[in-house]
């Protein structure tokens, strides 16, 4: 029997992964999960760890394809960022970012090295990394759900700034890692990824200025051609530089909303996402190592779940101190918990930094939670949107049935 060629592989393994994909969110249905737990669960499933449904060599050709996502995504965060929206909330929502992101970091740093018994660099490095939240799940979350207002721009706007400080910690962590191990630091060392990041925001301001130029009496298919080539290009660009393209999608449809007010370009981009996103969260959840996962042990339940308590606390003591209304105090903590595409770049970095054994630790660690955190995390973010009165919650279960049988 002749070996099957690579497109037929190529063209049925996605076939495979999306189908997969639309099981998965019929299981999740049954139990009021939202779809991006089902896509990560039938990831899991088809993947290496278990089935292996699709081979190893194309799962690790499809890095693309969170890039294409992850910029898909921030250009649609961007749209939160209308600049009456900042002038209110801008400092609170700097004040609670603040206080979620680094509260977490602390409490993941001590607690690697006191209850743990972990190296400083170790733990600090952990703890930088421990700041990060991936907007992704959340987004498709509220996507799926249709969920509007104040609540989800405070929440968006959060998410996406905890980036900023995340690359912050991080260059400074290394910086200090650096000087205490060699004895001194280059300055190019704590300024390069910050340089980086800096000019893939002017990338995304430079694009937006251009696009709104560009889309000016343009049908409406040409402006929809035009925005994807933007966005591809971002996102093509950042890659080469090992640059998340999170901040420079974001700030390119933020940008692109204050000049323009045109928000049916993002509707239209919106309608390309479904089999984007299903391949993201689908291609993720087959990266998951379960025996990796297991020799992570205790270490990584105590990451897992130090950093849950550290993002829940710091949100709500921020939500206070800024005089939210309790609803934000008390639930807005529950939709903190995804970490994915930022923290799994840097843990890649963070890996030379350290011995080999320690190094290949975290990375587990890392690559692990961020699974287990975007499994989770779709469920918790539904739970805080029912508390905060955003969604009606599912009152019984013929009607759920219903609804399933019905979509």
């Known amino acids: 029997m002749e070996s099957i060629n690579e497109t037929t592989l190529i063209l049925c393994s996605l076939s495979i992964i999306l189908f997969a994909g639309f099981l998965g969110t019929r299981m999740t249905k049954l139990v009021s999960l939202p779809n991006v737990s089902g896509y990560i669960l039938a990831g899991v499933f088809i993947g290496p ?8 060599s194309l799962l ?14 921030a250009f649609g965060v961007g749209k939160f960022f209308k600049k009456e929206v900042i002038k209110a909330t801008g400092l609170k929502v700097i004040v609670i970012t603040c206080f979620e992101a680094l509260l977490a970091g602390l409490l993941v740093t001590f607690a690697m090295r006191y209850l743990f018994n972990l190296s400083w660099n170790f733990s600090l490095i952990l703890g930088a990394i421990a700041t990060a939240t991936a907007p992704a799940s959340t987004m498709m979350t ?25 690359l912050l910690t991080f260059s400074v962590v290394v910086a ?12 190019q060392e704590i ?9 893939s925001w002017v990338l995304g301001i430079l694009s937006a200025i251009t696009l709104s130029k560009l889309l000016k009496h343009r049908s409406t298919d040409n402006k929809l051609i035009l925005t994807l080539a933007f966005l591809l290009a971002i996102s093509g660009i ?30 239209q981009v919106n309608s390309f996402n479904p089999p984007i996103m299903s391949l993201f969260f689908i291609v993720s959840g087959m990266r998951l190592d379960v025996m990796a996962l297991m020799s992570a042990g205790l270490i990584g339940v105590g990451y897992f779940a130090i950093r849950i308590i550290g993002k829940y606390a710091g949100t709500a003591m921020g939500c206070r101190l800024t005089g939210m209304p309790t609803t934000y105090q008390k639930y807005m903590g529950l939709a903190m918990i995804p970490q994915a595409g930022v923290a799994i770049g840097l843990a890649f970095l963070a890996e030379r930094l350290l011995p080999a054994e320690m190094g290949s630790l975290l990375l587990t660690i890392i690559l692990s939670s961020s699974v287990l955190y975007e499994m989770v995390g779709p469920a918790c973010a539904k739970l805080s949107f029912i508390f905060a009165g955003l969604i009606e919650p599912t009152h019984s279960v013929a009607h759920h049935h219903r609804k399933v049988i019905e979509s």
């Not at 300024?191 to 000019?199: E, G, H, V």
């Not at 390119?252 to 509707?267: E, L, P, Q, W």
């Open 60 to 73: 690790n050709h499809m890095g693309f394809i969170n890039d294409i996502a992850l910029g898909f995504i």
């Open 142 to 166: 509220i996507r799926q759900y249709h969920v509007k207002g104040d609540y989800v721009n405070t929440l968006l706007q959060i998410v996406a700034l905890d980036d900023v400080i995340c």
């Open 238 to 267: 950042c890659a080469q530089f090992d640059v998340s393209p999170l901040l420079s999608c974001m700030i390119f449809g933020a940008v692109y909303i204050n000049i323009t007010k045109d928000k049916k370009i993002f509707d």
């Open 191 to 199: 300024m390069l990824p910050i340089l980086l990041n800096a000019a």
């Open 176 to 187: 200090y890692i650096n000087a205490s191990t060699l004895g001194s630091v280059e300055i």
């Open 49 to 56: 760890s278990l089935m292996n449904l699709v081979p190893l």
